[in-house]
C-alpha cells in the first residue's frame, strides 16, 4: 500500500476527521464546564487542561508534528542549549562587577572628607 495509493489517502481522512470530532466534542466540554459551578482557580485549570489536550491534537496531527520528531527533538535540544548559555553568560559577569559601585561610592566619600 503506497502512500498515495487509495486505501493510504482514505486511512489520512479517517484520521483527520476523528481528529476534528475530538476537536468538537473538546469544544463542547468548553462550554459545558463554563456553566458548572466552579471557582475561577477550577474553571482555569479545567479550561487550561482542555485548551493544552486541543493545541496538542491541532500541533500534533494538523501541523503533521508527529511525524517530525526526531527534528522537533533537536531543535528542543539546541534551544535548551542557548536558553542555558543566555542564563549562565550574566550570572558569570556579576562576579567581575560585585563591589565595584561601593568601592567607587567610598573612594569619593573618603575624598570629600
Known amino acids: 500500500m503506497g502512500h498515495d495509493s487509495p486505501e493510504a489517502i482514505q486511512a489520512e481522512i479517517k484520521k483527520y476527521m476523528m481528529v476534528f470530532a475530538a476537536l468538537a466534542g473538546l469544544t463542547v466540554v468548553t462550554v459545558a464546564v463554563s456553566y458548572l459551578d466552579l471557582s475561577i482557580a477550577g474553571a482555569v485549570v479545567v479550561a487550561m487542561i482542555v485548551a493544552s489536550i486541543k493545541g496538542t491534537l491541532v500541533a500534533g496531527y494538523f501541523m503533521h508534528l508527529l511525524d517530525e ?3 522537533i527533538y ?15 553568560l550574566p550570572a558569570a559577569t556579576v562576579s567581575d562587577h ?14 570629600h572628607h
Not at 74 to 88: D, R
Not at 98 to 107: D, K, L, N
Open 69 to 71: 520528531r526526531f527534528t
Open 98 to 111: 560585585i563591589g565595584t559601585s561601593t568601592e567607587v561610592a567610598q573612594e569619593g566619600a573618603e575624598e
Open 74 to 88: 533537536w531543535i528542543l535540544a539546541l534551544t535548551m542549549l542557548f536558553f542555558a548559555v543566555l542564563m549562565f
